[in-house]
Each structure stands twice: as C-alpha cells, then as structure tokens.
C-alpha cells in the first residue's frame, strides 16, 4: 500500500472540495471494497477523506410517499429497517444476498452502489486491464470469462457490475443525490448513474470529480410481490453469476431487472410489457443482442430459466 494523507470531513460541501482539490483523492466510510484495492496497488489515491462523521445516517420517509436513504446507512440497518421490508422487499432481499454478515455491517449505501467490478483480470495487475490500465486491453475478452457480461458489453471490456443493492434500486427507479465541490447539489437517476464500457470502461459512473454522494430516494412503494432470485457457485457470499428482481403485481405485470450480465444493473423497460408471456418471452427482449463467449453462453438459458421461476414463484403469491 502506498503512502497516502487523510482528512475527517465536517461537512458533504467540504468533503466533495477536498476531494477536488486533491486529483485522485478518494471518500472512504466503510471501505470493503477500496482498501482491498489498496493493498494491491489498483487504487492507489494520494488523499483518503473520512465521511463517517456527516451525519449521513439516516432512513427518512419523504413527502412523496417514498424513503431517502443516507449514502452511510449500513447494508445490515437498511435491510433490516421494517419500512424497506414492508414496502421494498425486493431491495431487502437483495442486500441480504449480497457478501457476509460482517462485510453488510460495514458496507454503506453510497459504496455499495460504487463498488468496482470482480474481474479477475482487473485484481491481476500482470495482465491487460483497460479498465485499471487504459489501452492495455483486455484479458478476459479471450482469457477467462465464465463470470463475465453477456450485453452492454463492447472490444473493451466484458466486466459485470458487482452489486445486488444496485439491481433492486434500479428496479426501483431511485435516484441518487450528491454534492459537487461548489455546494450545488444534483439527482441523478439510477438508469443514468452507472455507465456502459464502450471505448472509456475506467468511467463507471456519472460522478464527476470530488462530487460525493449523500443520498438516495426511493419512490412512492409499488406494491405487488417482490422477489430478488440469486443463481451463484455457492449459497453464500459469492457474486450473482445471474440474479433477477422482479415486482409482479396480481394481473401479472410488473417489471423486471438483472445482474451479473452487464457492466451495470440491466434493466430495459420495454421488456416489462412481455411479463405476461412468461420468462423466455421477457429474456428475449432483456437479452436482444447479446455477445457470449464460449464460457459464458450459459447466461441466456440461465437467464431464462431464472425468470420463468421467478414468475411462477410470483404467481403463488
């Protein structure tokens, strides 16, 4: 680990002008994700500025009828809150199949959201890595690629976004909101938060430099069955190989969202008006224009498969 300054920040505004002022500097609250990347030299930011103390803790009903969610608000509080349970479930469920028990208690909503892709290539610094390395190419394209995106994806980068949390808020339509180093604030839709590879995959995010995050707001609740389904190599703390959030109200429809296919949550929602003709007929149109390796062609069946269960489980109820 390189040497680096630190700084505890008194206020979002004055955490988001260290950060600017400082080129690399990086927020850290929990830190499950960055100080790993850390230790191996991917991340290497010459100033940490500490936001735990912001006050940015808090789940808070809103005059919408929805919930604003801290960027702090710790996985385990925000799965457990009885609001998110009765009225999110699926978002519930998601965080609860994300990591261990230990990493939900330090992880907070803001860097679950920014947690950065598992991709083998991008932890093994020997290899090409456009994401860690720009221009350097990418390893998994003809390496090894069983985990690795099916759509979106571009010659590039083939890496999936991590997150469970960042499927159901996707689902959900939220929408995050931050601070620039100004003091203006912005909201930012969760469609448009996370970014596509294309030629630029070291951009993941609409942020742009020092802006922090300081919350997110969900909408008005949708009511319907809420189910999060998570197809992984073991029961726990694994990464989605697919993963599928659905809300499906009583007629049948409702909408639908995946991870593990995409370098970021995939949702599109003109596919939700095929809800009604089962999972084959919903993935056909999620997964339109896929490009498989011959390791990872089992997502589009897998994909299948998983939204017909899913659809039969909500029409149990």
Known sequence: MKVFTYQRAQSPAEAAAAAARTPGAKFIAGGTNLLDLMKLEIETPPHLIDVNGLGLDKIEAISQGGLRIGALVRNTDLAADERVRRDYGVLSRALLAGASAQLRNKATTAGNLLQRTRCPYFYDTNQGCNKRQPGSGCSAIAGYSRNHAVVGVSDACIATHPSDMAVAMQLLDANVETVRPDGSVRTIPIADFHKLPGSTPQIEHALQPGELITGVTLPKPLGGTHIYRKVRDRSSYAFALVSVAAVVQGDGSGRVALGGVAHKPWRLPAADASLPQGGKAVAEQLLAGAKTT??????????????????AEAKKG
Do not use: F, G, M
């Open 294 to 311: 011959h390791e990872n062609a089992y997502k589009i069946p897998l994909v299948q498969r998983t939204l017909s269960s899913v659809l």
